[in-house]
């Protein structure tokens, strides 16, 4: 278990990276989930053809992919990894997402350590101040 103050840090500095990582790529704030529990986890809906629908998922181990939605009851098939680091700035996001759509491949999975002390920390920047 962590200490309260770094859970709420961890969870308010994820909130604010992903509103601006949304507001980067054009999600608006309905398209956007993040949980912060045994995992970190974020989720962007990126709004395609009728055909396939994407996603852009974050993960406090994996960092960011792009994702086709499948049947709900199937797991979503990844189209490419961002790779490290963990918590790149928004505009490189939103350049990996612009690459991902023109058909260019993404970095191979790389995994980074669980280490939710410096995910704090690198997520610290985008705590709104109240």
């Known amino acids: 278990m962590w200490p309260e103050d770094e859970a709420g840090g961890l969870a308010s500095g994820l909130a604010g990276y992903v509103r601006a990582v949304a ?9 956007t989930e993040f949980e912060v529990s045994d995992t970190t ?17 974050w993960s406090g181990e994996h960092g960011w ?3 086709v939605e499948t049947d709900p009851g199937e797991r979503a098939v990844t189209l490419a990894h961002l790779g490290p ?4 700035e928004p505009a490189e996001v939103a350049r990996f997402v612009a690459d991902v759509r023109a058909g260019k491949p993404g ?8 280490d939710r ?8 920047d985008y705590i709104e101040q109240g």
Do not use: K, N, W
């Open 85 to 88: 680091p963990l918590v790149p």
């Open 41 to 57: 986890t974020a989720y962007l809906a990126l709004a395609e053809g009728p055909d396939r629908d994407l996603m852009l998922v």
């Open 107 to 114: 970095r191979p999975e790389l995994t980074v350590a669980d």
């Open 23 to 31: 507001e980067e790529i054009g999600v608006p704030p309905e398209g």
């Open 117 to 124: 002390g410096l995910l704090a920390r690198r997520l610290r």
């Open 65 to 67: 992919s792009v994702e």
